[in-house]
């Protein structure tokens, strides 16, 4: 199944347009429409190897498609654009021998910023990131949390109208986590747009106001995130017991069960009662959390690219580190 945008519309910040990258006869991206709105909060998200970082090199004129056509700020993608766009690439690009504030003259520069410019804007992203006393450090001492730190300065460094992340949360612990999100919705509220490239649903639900989710290298999906749940959602049980209960999962009800640490996560089958579900549940195991809500974006993308939207779901597997298809 190929999605297209309902519309493309000339204020796009971005555009994909049947774009198709091939490697070695295996189809990276094949057919792909996106619409990115100037301003939106933008989530590319899929497993790994779906094709996110290749589309992204395409729209970054890293690579060039073999079909379609892409646009950026109105443009090809290409020196006219370069410094109006940051882009946090999931590979570190920074220089790991070269002290941090080298660093970031260097690519402030590359930017067509000033030096003495760049200097302030990189002492007041170090002190906001609690990186102060490691800007004489080299790259190569810092933990790969804080290289990461150091890497989503470079990128906002010169205030760029357009952000392309991607990966943007790869090796931060929880507090940097947070460092970033709560970042990404400062420069959303002063009106950037922003690509957030990423596997981590949770995270898109978090941040995104629109979304493609990609598999295969083609959009299974796409819209504004309220109308993507509205569409393909429906609802779903949130469940926390006391101790184990087989008993939930072989429910004649049940259709798919996915565990979220010590929750449950479970749909019904069609035309199932909720509160009749509920008093089954509560007479064989003590029932510590009963939630209904809209199906999560992990439940939606497996409805939607299995054979068999109701078959029950595995655990989430714990992220991994596997690099894209490219050359």
């Not at 933008?42 to 790994?48: A, E, Q, W």
């Amino acid at each position: 199944m190929r999605v297209q945008p309902a519309a493309i519309v000339r204020d796009d910040a971005l555009r994909l347009e049947g774009v198709t990258k091939i490697f070695n006869r295996h189809r990276a991206v094949d057919g792909l429409y996106l619409a990115v709105p100037r301003g939106a909060v933008y989530g590319l998200l899929g497993p790994n190897g779906a094709g996110k970082t290749t589309s992204i090199r395409m729209l970054m004129g890293i690579l060039q498609p073999d079909e379609g056509r892409v646009s950026v700020l109105g443009a090809q993608p290409g020196v006219a654009t370069k410094d109006r766009i940051g882009y946090l690439p999931e590979e570190r690009g920074l220089y790991p021998g070269m002290k941090i504030m080298d660093n970031l003259l260097f690519f402030g520069g590359l930017r067509g910023m000033a030096t003495a410019h760049a200097r302030r804007e990189a002492a007041r992203w170090l002190e906001r990131f609690r990186m102060t006393d490691a800007a004489d450090r080299k790259l190569q001492e810092l933990s790969k949390g804080n290289q990461q730190k150091i890497q989503f300065v470079a990128t906002v460094l010169h205030d760029p109208e357009l952000l392309v992340l991607d990966e943007p949360f790869s090796g931060l612990d929880p507090v940097n986590q947070d460092l970033v999100r709560g970042t990404i919705l400062e420069l959303a509220a002063a009106g950037k747009t922003i690509v957030l490239s990423t596997h981590l649903m949770d995270e898109v639900e978090r941040l995104c106001s629109h979304l493609t989710l990609v598999h295969a290298g083609r959009a299974v999906v796409e819209g504004p995130l309220d109308e993507v749940r509205r569409r393909h959602g429906g609802e779903t049980i949130h469940l926390e017991t006391d101790g184990e209960s087989e008993a939930v999962d072989r429910h004649p009800d049940v259709a798919g069960v996915r565990r979220v640490g010590r929750s449950r996560e479970i749909t019904l089958r069609d035309g199932a009662d909720p509160s009749a579900f509920l008093s089954d549940v509560a007479g064989s195991v003590r029932v510590r959390r009963f939630e209904v809500r809209s199906a999560s974006l992990h439940t939606i993308f497996v409805r939607l690219v299995s054979d068999d939207p109701t078959v029950p779901t595995a655990p989430e597997p714990a992220p991994a580190v596997v690099p894209e298809v490219a050359p």
